[in-house]
């Protein structure tokens, strides 16, 4: 079964730090990897996506990781800033699967002052 | 902005009445992708609309019906409310069915 797992489910950190978030999955045959920013009660946002060939992805401060091998991916975001306080959610696509992403329950990371 | 709109931004039904969601694709983009995302759960993929035909679906009852007009905007029909319907349904458009998908702010649906 087509799975995508995410952990931690919560993070708080203090603003300025650095957190990583972690997503493990169980699709196949994979297509592409994609981690969202979802604010609350609002659509996701698109930050990166990965194929297999590619490893590591930057957006600003945002930089993923993808090991197609382990079938993990991580999400680093560095000097934290208020804004960034969102559900992080890792989206799976699988080739052929016509649009049908498998997304993740996604890590909800508060920033505090 | 991603440029995708929905509305109704909120809607209360009761059990068993009909409700219509609409969704506006950005430009350019043929392809809308419908998702119901359940309070503290990831979104799950309900279908797929492609050039105005449906291009996939996910594993939800055939009371969950859609379509795709010629500007390519879409709907998202549920029939015969149940109150497990109660949720954020997120619309995504895209520019082909593979592409990243660009969301909508959603439609937070209360069933009572």
């Known amino acids: 079964k087509n799975q995508v797992e995410q952990s931690p489910q919560s993070l708080i950190i203090l603003e300025g730090k650095n957190c990583t978030l972690q997503?493990?999955?169980?699709?196949?045959?994979?297509?592409?990897l994609r981690w969202y920013k979802q604010d609350t009660g609002r659509g996701p946002v698109s930050l990166t996506i990965?194929?297999?060939?590619?490893n590591t992805k930057s957006n600003g401060r945002y930089t993923a990781t993808l090991d197609a091998d382990t079938k993990q991916s991580s999400l680093h975001i560095t000097a934290s800033q208020l804004s960034d306080s969102a559900s992080y959610i890792c989206?799976?696509?699988?080739?052929?699967?016509?649009?049908?992403?498998?997304f993740g329950k996604g890590t909800k990371l508060s920033v505090k002052p | 902005e991603t440029g995708v709109t929905q509305s109704p931004t909120h809607l209360i039904k009761t059990r068993g009445q009909q409700v219509t969601l609409r969704c506006s694709s950005q430009?350019?983009?043929?392809?809308v992708s419908w998702y119901q995302q359940a309070l503290g759960q990831g979104p799950q993929f309900i279908f797929q609309?492609?050039?105005?035909?449906?291009?996939g679906r996910g594993n939800f009852p055939p009371r969950f019906s859609g379509l795709q007009f010629p500007n390519y905007s879409s709907e998202l029909n549920v029939n015969a409310l149940e109150l497990d319907d109660s949720a954020l349904y997120l619309c995504?458009?895209?520019?082909?069915?593979?592409?990243?998908?660009?969301f909508g702010p959603g439609t937070r649906l209360l069933v009572l």
């Open positions: 609309y492609y050039r105005e035909e449906e291009n």
């Open positions: 430009s350019g983009h043929n392809t």
């Open positions: 997503c493990n999955y169980t699709v196949s045959p994979f297509s592409n």
């Open positions: 990965m194929t297999f060939s590619e």
């Open positions: 995504a458009s895209s520019l082909h069915p593979r592409e990243t998908q660009y």
């Open positions: 989206v799976v696509s699988a080739e052929g699967s016509q649009g049908n992403l498998i």
